[in-house]
């Protein structure tokens, strides 16, 4: 496909459970981003990757939140010992390099904690 | 606290009217400002955006215009269409890639 491909688009967990989201960002795109957006809120900012390396993981909420994208394509989101607050549509981005502007979003992840 | 305001949560306007939606924002050191459109089930997709040297920026059936002393900028749908319904978001920006959003204007574009 030519878009951002998350998966998976629902996933529903319990308290305390352990989830991994994953994110396929459009080839040839070396900037990623991780963004959450909670009911009645605009997208706010998670991780940042350019290549392989975490370049600002400052809007991670938590060290239960965790980001990886090991061969700089494909980038999976951690999240341990999931909390009710943690329910959110997390929302993952592309661009190509030196374009911040232009985000390339993917549908999302639908988190619901019960 | 939110740094970017978008008071209207939706907006109602007749096909082939004016659509304008508005922001606001309290961070005098954004320099860069952004509209994202979003449909049901899908991601936000880049519309348009102005950087804080200009006061207009024109794509079409899209103007977006800024004004720094108000800390206020709006966006133009002229005419608005039935598949401009949608959520509209506001986004600022330091010049990179940590950009801070509104909550969004949910737009209905009524035949």
């Known amino acids: 496909g030519a878009g951002v491909s998350q998966t998976p688009s629902n996933k529903v967990t319990e308290k305390g459970k352990y989830v991994e989201l994953r994110c396929d960002p459009i080839s040839g795109h070396t900037a990623l981003y991780w963004y959450r957006q909670s009911l009645g809120q605009g997208p706010e900012f998670l991780i940042y990757f350019q290549g392989t390396g975490a370049a600002d993981d400052s809007g991670l909420p938590n060290d239960r939140f965790f980001a990886v994208r090991p061969e700089g394509s494909v980038s999976t989101l951690k999240i341990q010992r999931t909390e009710r607050g943690d329910s959110a549509v997390y929302l993952c981005?592309?661009?190509?390099?030196?374009?911040?502007?232009?985000?390339?979003f993917g549908s999302g992840t639908q988190l619901s904690v019960l | 606290d939110q740094q970017v305001k978008q008071n209207s949560p939706s907006l109602s306007v007749q096909e082939g009217r004016i659509s304008i939606l508005n922001c606001d924002y309290t961070n005098s050191m954004f320099d860069y400002f952004l509209w994202y459109k979003k449909y049901p089930a899908e991601g936000p997709t880049f519309l348009i955006s102005i950087s804080s040297i200009k006061d207009k920026n024109e794509d079409g059936r899209f103007t977006v215009f800024l004004n720094k002393s108000a800390k206020h900028l709006s966006l133009h749908i002229v005419p608005s269409q039935p598949g401009d319904s949608a959520v509209y978001f506001c986004a600022a920006s330091h010049s990179n890639y940590q950009l801070i959003w509104g909550a969004g204007t949910k737009l209905i574009i009524k035949p």
């Open positions: 981005a592309s661009s190509p390099l030196g374009v911040w502007e232009k985000l390339f």
